[in-house]
């Protein structure tokens, strides 16, 4: 069981950045994909960014390309998704999701998830 703790978040203007953090206490996330998720109000969840074990990236969704990246520290355990140039669509409930399988970027395909961060970006 791979446990995932989020971290980051927050209400920031439009333009801002923000950094989520998604730490396993566990198992070593270098060996598992790794998907960002979001919900926004009144839609469903959606993949936001995914990446393989070695970075390569599996999908981007166009809202974010340009503005949003993934990095991992192996050595802290944890990947983080940098959030640049923030909109108020960008406003949601973000999740990291792990697994050692995944090939696409949809939450069916991802077994271990974080709790979930607020990103609110307004005004």
């Known amino acids: 069981q791979v446990r995932l703790v989020q971290s980051g978040g927050g209400l920031v203007q439009p333009g801002g950045s923000l950094r989520l953090s998604c730490t396993a206490s566990?198992?070593?996330?270098?060996?598992?994909?790794i998907g960002w998720f979001r919900r926004a109000p009144r839609k469903e969840r959606e993949g936001v960014l995914c990446?393989?074990?070695?970075?390569?990236?599996?999908f981007t969704a166009d809202s974010v390309k340009g503005r949003f990246t993934i990095s991992r520290d192996n050595a802290k355990n944890t990947v983080y998704l940098q959030m640049n140039n923030l909109k108020p669509e960008d406003t949601a409930l973000y999740y990291c999701a792990a697994d050692f399988w995944a090939r696409l970027c949809t939450p069916e395909a991802y077994d271990y998830w974080g709790q979930g961060t607020q990103v609110t970006v307004s005004s």
């Open positions: 990446v393989n074990k070695i970075d390569s990236i599996l």
């Open positions: 566990t198992y070593a996330l270098e060996n598992y994909n």
